[in-house]
């Protein structure tokens, strides 16, 4: 168990870390942007620049979703590729811009990772949305549908290819991401609002400060409730009584 809460503890502080480096560099692009934009000279150096904040922004959202899903599920390796990917990207972009890299093979690599990046973040952001179990297979169907949309227009971009088919391929699969990116969020809105089913248990660790840890490493305060204010109904209460008790 003490490994465990370790792991949670190691994995929280990695994330945290990433995502402070991205507000950072963010800020930074940004005041370099804003610094370009009222010089009023629009260069090489400044469409550099503001082509670096652009790709850091990006990279700091499509993190975001990833962090998102981490937060949410138990097993953080999935968000983990997904800021790995989105780093890795960013990192090829910029470099690419800067040092004004003249190779074929360079900027393809650049744009498959680009693509995955943003594959990861949007089936990550969706597989994070909380549906009731019955509904469960269409994320995993949604994250199917955005990989192989990927892995398509990353063969394309590999192998330059122009065909008619592959491109109605492309369009159907996006229509479908589309719709699914749609459905998902609305049917977690409706499992919200949708009562808790009888029968649902939450497990908690007691840790050393007294708070307790569920298996996602979410930290609650437990303390037990009265039995007359569990059996009391709100029309029970007395007028008088505060509202937290009515």
């Known amino acids: 168990m003490n490994e465990m809460k370790q792991n949670v503890d190691m994995i929280s502080r990695v994330r945290k870390g990433s995502l402070y480096s991205f507000i950072g560099f963010l800020a930074i692009s940004a ?50 590729g997904g800021i790995s990917v989105a780093a890795v990207s960013a990192a090829m972009l910029i470099v ?21 990046a ?19 297979w269409l994320q995993l169907g949604t994250g199917i ?28 699969l996006a229509i479908l991401a589309a719709l699914e990116t749609l459905v998902i969020p609305i049917l977690g809105r409706l499992a919200k ?11 908690l660790t007691r840790r ?3 708070t307790y840890e569920d298996k996602g490493g979410r930290i609650y305060r437990v303390s037990e409730m009265p039995k007359d204010s569990i059996e009391a109904t709100p029309d029970d209460a007395p007028d008088d009584a505060p509202d937290g008790q009515r």
């Open 31 to 80: 005041l370099l942007a804003i610094t370009c934009v009222l010089s009023g000279k629009f260069g090489d150096f400044e469409i550099k620049v503001l082509i670096t904040t652009s790709v850091i922004a990006v990279a700091s959202i499509c993190s975001l979703c990833c962090s998102a899903y981490s937060n949410r599920k138990e097993n953080a390796l999935p968000g983990f």
């Open 96 to 116: 690419g811009v800067w040092a004004e890299i003249d190779s074929e093979g360079y900027w393809k690599a650049t744009a498959v990772c680009s693509v995955f």
């Open 118 to 136: 943003i594959a990861f973040a949007h089936s990550l952001a969706l597989l994070a949305v909380e549906l009731r179990p019955r509904h469960s």
């Open 145 to 172: 549908n955005i990989f192989a949309l990927a892995a398509l227009i990353s063969v394309m971009i590999l192998v330059e290819i122009d065909d008619e088919g592959v491109f109605k391929l492309v369009a159907v």
């Open 193 to 203: 609002v949708a009562p808790t089913q009888a029968g649902e248990a939450l497990s």
């Open 208 to 210: 050393e400060d007294g």
